[in-house]
């Protein structure tokens, strides 16, 4: 039996983790708790409530790539074949790691369900436009979706084999927060890994409906933009995806006036 272990980054989100921690409570497999400095109270209650799983403690927020990574290291020197990065605010359904096992993939993620207007939608992965250096999730109305291809798959869940990240390492920790799990899948195509989705497993994940995203956010948001620009567009494409990037900053710095 492949041996996975479930790395999960928190930070202040006492009532989702605790939520994502108990619709895992049945499964038999590894979990992995890191925590970025939360202040909320949250990592005392895993402690109390969850007595089996593993804690990491950073003494400061170093941001979910670098959280997640400190958890990798630790599930691979535990001998995982399989790492499932998995957000805080989710809610799994029971054996759901066994259906992405089966997928004939590298890095395989399940459709990623939330709430939008009061209506269900359905993430069925994403697409970048190498013109300007953004990405675009495909997202459907209805399970019953064929399927397109994709050039990534969301890091909300993400599972990952061994040999990937003994191949092309772990996440950029340049990502402080977002475009991570984009440049990760991307870096696995390239080193000829196969990125896919699982129809057959769905999750939920409790996205803030109507919520703004923090300055904070959005400074990484922005920044983290600029280093996948940097990274992955061609010199002489620049140009335009950097105009692109002052364009969009210069409409939310507005939009917040």
Not at 144 to 165: A, E, H, M, Q, W
Request: contains cysteine; hydrophobic residues 45%.
């Amino acid at each position: 039996m492949k041996k996975v272990f479930i790395v999960i980054v928190s930070f202040n989100n006492r009532r989702d983790i605790l939520e994502c921690l108990e619709s895992l409570k049945d499964e038999r497999i590894e979990v992995i708790v890191v925590d970025n400095k939360s202040s909320d109270g949250s990592i005392e209650a895993v402690k109390s409530k969850f007595k089996q799983i593993k804690i990491l403690e950073n003494k400061k927020n170093i941001g979910f790539a670098a959280a997640s990574n400190k958890g990798i290291r630790y599930a691979l020197r535990e001998k995982a074949d399989y790492v499932l990065l998995l957000n805080p605010d989710t809610i799994v359904e029971k054996n759901f790691p066994s259906v992405l096992l089966k997928k004939k993939a590298d890095i395989i993620s399940p459709v990623i369900k939330f709430k939008r207007k009061g209506e269900w939608v359905y993430d069925f992965g994403g697409r970048v436009n190498f013109l300007i250096g953004r990405t675009r999730h495909l997202e459907k109305k209805s399970l019953n979706t064929p399927l397109s291809p994709i050039d990534y798959v969301s890091g909300c869940c993400i599972l990952i084999r061994r040999k990937v990240f003994e191949k092309i390492g772990f996440l950029d920790e340049r990502y402080f927060l977002f475009f991570e799990d984009v440049d990760f899948c991307l870096r696995a195509r390239k080193a000829g890994f196969r990125v896919a989705l699982e129809p057959e497993s769905v999750i939920l994940h409790k996205l803030s409906e109507g919520k703004a995203k923090s300055l904070q956010q959005i400074y990484h948001l922005l920044s983290s933009n600029l280093i996948f620009v940097n990274r992955w567009i061609p010199v002489c494409r620049r140009p335009l995806a950097y105009l692109y990037l002052f364009a969009l900053s210069l409409k939310i710095l507005l939009n917040r006036i």
